[in-house]
């Protein structure tokens, strides 16, 4: 586990490093409705592989069929077939969506980003079989390759023909380098094309509250992007987007840890017995609380000045969104691995109904919050989404013998503690002269 969280933190610091980097330089050289219209692209592509998600990886790293061939050339071949309805339903919607939005960019960017979801159902399932080996330093590489090769091509193109362009083609190019190396990727096998019923079947009753949860998470995840788009604008939703942007670093980390690491040591635990996986959980829970959510709670306190000092004026309104999205990423900071320990359990529906729950809430809250307070109230909503997902997640938590609900109050000790941090750092500047 320890190594295994080495390497996708080198991976992950090196990986926001250069993303951090290339959003400075373009943000520079772009404009902001931009990474709006960008945004909806991403968001119709992520939509697409979310709803049509059954676990693939999950299924490789917790099945006992993982290492046999049959079953992963099943899923090679799965996800291949996926990528081309995909495709089709992605040139299905450009048109519509281009109406709804009224963004007749649209018509054209959609078709040619969605190329990216077609050329990823290619993808070898070597990446799984690495990550269900915690084998994690050649997928490091790979994905560094493919980012970098994104970044260069972006900042070049932006320099001599600034347009939303721009940021497509990375998007293009990042899936291609990542496909093209994952098949040279050593794992004693290569995909071919085949399907076995067997493997198909125990794919799909794996993945059946994978799938479910996958279409409501896109729904929750998304849902506000979705709303800025078509009511404020793509110029105001290229803004909300450097907030997601930055207030994501360090739940993104959580994710890749938590996905990438603990659920497989979770899965590897779990025949030791529930104590086990409890002592296990909550070590790993440690790192994250001290760490990450007290670091999400500095973030709270200094976002407006982060934004002030990184950006120039038109991004002015990302301070404030920053500073509110930063409670959304602490939040589901502790219900990530609570749902991934539940998941290496076998309890996959939890996923299903803490995403039902999110969109419940989101579905009341928002409409609410827009009508009382406009953009505060939209991503006042958003951020405190994440608390419904928890009252889903530790009723299961403490029926499976897992919740110890005083070491659970660790993490906002942590949150407000960091809070406090970034107001002492805040004093200190203007002590300084310097906010």
């Not at 790293?61 to 339903?89: D, H, K, M």
Request: aromatic share 10%.
């Amino acid at each position: 586990m320890i190594k295994g969280s080495a390497f996708e933190m080198i991976s992950f610091g090196a990986s926001q490093i250069v993303r951090f980097g290339s959003n400075l330089v373009l943000s520079r050289l772009l404009f902001p409705q931009a990474f709006g219209i960008v945004a909806i692209v991403n968001i119709v592509n992520q939509g697409l592989i979310m709803f049509s998600d059954v676990g693939s990886q999950a299924a490789v790293i917790q099945s006992e069929q993982g290492e046999e061939p049959r079953f992963l050339n099943t899923v090679f071949t799965w996800q291949a077939l996926r990528g081309v309805l995909l495709y089709c339903v992605a040139l299905a919607l450009s048109w519509p969506l281009a109406a709804f939005y009224k963004e007749p960019q649209l018509k054209l960017l959609i078709p040619v980003g969605s190329l990216s979801v077609l050329v990823l159902g290619l993808h070898s399932t070597s990446t799984y079989t690495l990550r269900r080996r915690l084998t994690l330093a050649p997928l490091v590489t790979m994905e560094l390759s493919a980012q970098v090769a994104a970044v260069v091509l972006m900042v070049t193109w932006a320099r001599l023909h600034p347009s939303v362009w721009t940021l497509v083609a990375g998007t293009l190019v990042s899936a291609l380098v990542t496909t093209g190396i994952s098949h040279m990727l050593r794992v004693g096998y290569r995909n071919r094309f085949s399907w076995d019923r067997a493997s198909a079947r125990a794919l799909f009753d794996f993945g059946k509250w994978i799938a479910g949860s996958s279409m409501l998470s896109f729904l929750g995840q998304q849902g506000d992007r979705l709303l800025l788009g078509r009511f404020l604008g793509t110029a105001a939703l290229g803004v909300y987007s450097i907030a997601v942007f930055l207030s994501s670093a360090l739940g993104d980390a959580v994710q890749r840890v938590t996905q990438g690491v603990l659920f497989p040591a979770y899965s590897r635990v779990r025949p030791e017995g529930i104590a086990r996986v409890r002592e296990v959980y909550y070590q790993t829970r440690l790192a994250i609380d001290g760490l990450v959510v007290t670091a999400l709670g500095g973030l709270t306190a200094l976002g407006g000045f982060v934004v002030h000092l990184l950006y120039d004026t038109r991004y002015a309104e990302a301070g404030w969104m920053l500073q509110v999205l930063s409670l959304r990423v602490a939040l589901n900071a502790i219900a990530a691995p609570c749902q991934f320990c539940l998941f290496a359990l076998g309890e996959t529906r939890q996923g299903f109904m803490l995403n039902l729950a999110r969109i419940v809430w989101l579905a009341t809250a928002v409409p609410v919050g827009f009508n009382l307070a406009g953009v505060h109230g939209l991503v006042w909503a958003v951020a405190l989404s994440e608390l419904p997902t928890l009252f889903v997640l530790w009723p299961a938590f403490a029926r499976l013998g897992l919740l110890r609900p005083s070491r659970e109050l660790l993490a906002p000790v942590c949150y407000g503690t960091g809070y406090a941090l970034g107001l002492g750092v805040l004093w200190l500047l203007s002590l300084a002269g310097l906010h």
